[in-house]
């Protein structure tokens, strides 16, 4: 009996994963993986909980992956830079 009691009290748990692999140019890959678990019960757990824990994930894998010696995994894993702001251009300047 205690132990069906106990079975019944189990909470099912929210798990997020997050895995990259990359190629590093010289026929071989690094990848790095994270699994966390969201606090609470599954059914507990917003998307905005889990969206989180999903981003954290990934920045742990990224920060990882950025260590590595080969050049080519730290690139393809480094933040993309926003685009520069167009320039407003001289409504003077006549284009050719």
Known sequence: MANQTSANQETTR?????????????????????ALEVPGDVYDATEEVIALALENARKLVHEELSKSPAWRVRDAVKPELPPEPATAADPEEIPF
């Open 14 to 34: 929210a798990r997020v994963v997050f895995r990259k692999q990359v190629s590093d140019g010289n026929y071989g890959t690094e990848s790095a993986e994270v």
